[in-house]
């Protein structure tokens, strides 16, 4: 498996964020990687040098 890291920033798009973590992180074999047939393709995570953002619109972040 792959490991696919989002950068997170103050200010960033959810959009661009929630895009690349719908791509990366769902597949349409989603329904069959929770029934255990099938292993997913890629581990994704979100990255930032801080523990909590402030998304472009004013949603907050929180990152490990």
Same mark, same amino acid.
């Given at each position: 498996?792959?490991?696919?890291?989002?950068?997170a920033?103050?200010?960033m798009?959810?959009?661009?964020?929630?895009?690349?973590?719908?791509?990366f992180g769902?597949?349409?074999?989603?329904?069959?990687?929770?029934a255990?047939?099938?292993?997913?393709?890629?581990?994704?995570? @979100?990255?930032?040098?801080?523990?909590? @953002?402030?998304? @472009?619109?004013?949603?907050?972040?929180?990152?490990?």
């Amino acid at each position: 498996m792959h490991t696919v890291s989002i950068l997170a920033y103050d200010g960033m798009s959810g959009f661009e964020s929630g895009l690349a973590a719908e791509i990366f992180g769902m597949t349409e074999l989603s329904e069959r990687f929770s029934a255990g047939l099938v292993r997913p393709w890629y581990s994704v995570q @979100l990255c930032s040098e801080q523990a909590e @953002l402030r998304l @472009l619109g004013g949603a907050t972040v929180r990152t490990f």
